[in-house]
């Protein structure tokens, strides 16, 4: 499977040809595959967390946690990163809403697309090259951050 920098930048390369709603759909199938692979990221980090902290616990919690971990807002990643380092989930709420508010607001905002494209809640689902571009820019700061804040 291609990685989603590169479906981006493929999608991008082709846009001139492919009419708007093939866009569309291509940008949709790309934000839930972000989406998936920002839940399995993060449950990722949160189980090499355990199993290299030895005597935290927390094994079972975690792992049962984990795996019912669906739709990452922030408030969620706020709550898991709160089992192991409640300094730790608290600074990321301050950065989140201070410096890198943009960050929180477009995890918010990828959620609710995949929500909306996987549940089709609303058949006008119109996703732009630049949110999937957005969306993947705050997949990675999130992955990179949490991984500083738990490993």
């Known amino acids: ?22 866009i569309n759909m291509v940008c949709q199938h790309i934000v839930v595959v972000i989406a998936g692979r920002l839940e399995q990221g993060l449950k990722e980090l949160f189980l ?10 927390l094994d079972r919690a975690v792992t049962r946690l984990c795996g019912s971990f669906q739709n990452p807002k922030p ?31 477009t995890l918010k905002a990828l959620i609710t697309t995949r929500i909306n494209i996987a549940h089709q809640k609303n058949r006008s689902n119109n996703v732009t090259i630049e949110s999937v571009q957005s969306f993947y820019s705050a997949y990675r700061t999130t992955l990179r951050r949490v991984d500083e804040l738990v490993n």
């Not at 090499?48 to 616990?57: A, D, M, Q």
């Open 1 to 22: 499977m291609a990685s989603i920098e590169s479906q981006i930048e493929s999608l991008k390369a082709q846009t001139g040809s492919l009419e708007a709603n093939v």
């Open 75 to 105: 408030e969620k990643i706020f709550e898991l990163i709160d089992l192991f380092d409640r300094t730790a989930s608290q600074a990321l709420r301050e950065e989140w809403s201070q410096e890198s508010e943009e960050v929180s607001q």
């Open 48 to 57: 090499e967390h355990v199993r290299t902290s030895k005597g935290t616990g």
